[in-house]
């Protein structure tokens, strides 16, 4: 398979892989047959990898069904992936400007949260046109999972990231607060044994502070943990900078107390409390449950 085959087939994804467009590629792979997979197969893989050898983990890049005011935060890990089989998926002329001037990844927003569908295309293919399943790791994967825990663990990679939404603005001595707090999770040894020992590799945690009723949701989606949570941003009026540190850190507790549950893992470290956080005494929690017994009251006769 010559490049300019290879690109044309990547032509049939219109610039984007994905659930809609992937389909078309792996029944033109199809028609060719056996060897044109495993062709195909191996000069994606050498793609992706001209690409992992880019400094791209450390631009923020954002995906097309980012919010709007999402902050762009450098991708790690299986979001890195996905970003590099997006932007194969996007073309010949778009690949290699990229590789000629990686910066320019931060220009536009991607639609890489399902991309890396495009290595499941080729083994669907494979398997429709043999009979047979696909053996070995797909094209841009690993298989050494005990090599990725280790790495974990010796601080090798990264493996936690947290976003901050609100549909006002988040108090910044909560915004460093939570931040710092995450960064110290990030780097301890002890919590990078205890998150080796999931089944995921990256750990990516999202809080919306908003009006809307309050949840908390633990998914996953191959080797990548989500967990989405919705906060009242009542939860900041009246705090201030301590408060604010110590309200963080319960947060955060309560998040990954949520989170072992839900994946089964053992009981996790200790989080880190900022220095100057400041408990709120039983009068501070009196007062704070009035005031949202209040703000109930209003709501219901809105």
Known sequence: MTEEDFWSLIDLLGGAANQRTTPALAESLVRQGKNRV????????????????????????????????????????????NLHFAVVAAGSSRFQQIRKHPDQVADCAWDFSESDGLAEAV?????IATGQPWLGPLPGFSTDESEESTAIAMKDISWLNLALHGDNDIPAAYFDAAGTIVDMIHDDPQWRTWWSRAKQ????????????AERSRVTTRKRRAFVSVRRNGSCFQGLNKGRLAYLA????????????????????????????????????EATHARLEELRQRHLKHL
């Open 38 to 81: 495993e062709e195909f197969a191996d000069m994606l893989a050498e793609n992706l990898q001209h690409l992992a050898s880019e400094p791209l983990s450390g631009i923020p890049a954002r995906d097309v069904n980012d919010p709007s005011d999402a902050p762009r935060v450098p991708l790690v890990g299986d979001a890195l992936i």
């Open 123 to 127: 083994s669907t293919a494979y398997e």
């Open 201 to 212: 590799r990256d750990l990516e945690i999202e809080i919306q502070y908003t009006s809307q």
């Open 249 to 284: 850190a319960t947060d955060l507790e309560a998040i990954f107390t949520h989170l072992s549950t839900s994946l089964s893992l053992a009981t996790p470290p200790p989080v880190p409390r900022p220095a100057h956080e400041i408990p709120p005494t039983k009068q501070d």
